[in-house]
């Protein structure tokens, strides 16, 4: 026989086993592949045959749909009523009947297609069931392993599937390597042509947001929560927080005792990235304020209808305002939804005032001028 029916069967199980498939889901794939096999050997490709298998005995039955007519003109589609009500008394022109067929074996041909068909349809099971179970974990955390480095892309192995971490999603300055284990935030599962095509981060703000929330198990009860992140991954993170409960400190919930809550996050991030953690606001003043720590802030003006702000800062608080590269009020910015513009309060004296100041050192310049143009005179006077 060209198709061990017995070790097929034994297969089917071990593949379902292996795979984490269904049993049942296995057998009817290849239950359709012999239906085919079949039509090949001993039908008509247009038959309709339904084929079962006894996945512990290896037996194949196959049933073969055919309408009762008086006279049988196509065989492979016709039974005439006489032959029919022997094997249903009550069967009439018109009706439907399943002939049954005891199947022994298959040709080599039909055998390898079955064979072909079997394999295809059971990859394409695996990754709908892999679809299946990842598409219900997507904004969640979990764990991975570096299998291999191309370029700027980072595959990882998640299990029972493959996981890529564009650059993009990425922390910058991290290194990865080849066996390395992580914890990486599932962003997306989409359709591949290979297979499900998992993506996952850990440059994400809810890479952050799940972390915190990992630690923080008064997340979990509602007395404090996260309002908003902004996150320039493996530089530094903003993170507003804020209090449902009165007398709990929001910021003093999330840093933990001796910063042992931080610093978890942080141990898992890289110590490379700062975190600054701050009081949210409802009023835009002081969530701006709060926002752009640890600068002291002098006045915060708003323009609501453009979502604008103009700060204004004591001198030496504007580099610290703006940041290194401007990152600070830009974090600021994105974490507020303000556009954030940051003046020293000498640059933002009125103009009259700086018109007055200004004048003193006019005068000074005049009077050096005239000084200079006496000294030329007397030069010229001695030189004669």
Known sequence: MDLDMKQLATAIRAIAEEKNLPEDTVQQVVEQALAAAYRRDYGEREQEVRVTMNLHTGDVDAYVMKEVVEKVDEPAY???????????????VGDEIEIHQKVESFGRVAAQTAKQVILQRLRETEREAVLEEYSDKIGTVINALVSRVEGNIVRVDLGKAQGIMPR????????????????????????GFHGPQLV???????FIEWLFNAEVPEM??????IKGIAREAGVRSKIAVHSTVPGVDPVGTFVGGHGTRVNAVMSEIGDQEKIDITVWGEDPTEYITNALSPTKVSQVHIDEANHKARVIVPEDQLSIAIGKGGQNVRLASKLTGYELDIEAEKEAAPAEEANAEAKPVTQKLKRKSELENSLLEAIEEHGE
């Open 220 to 225: 979990e009860s509602g007395a404090v929560e």
């Open 78 to 92: 016709e039974i005439s009523l006489k032959d029919a009500q022997v094997m249903k008394k009550d069967a009439k």
């Open 168 to 191: 993009s999603e990425q922390i910058q300055g991290e290194r990865y390597y080849p066996g390395q284990r992580l914890k990486v935030y599932l962003k997306d599962v989409e359709r």
């Open 200 to 206: 996952v981060s850990r440059g994400n703000v809810q």
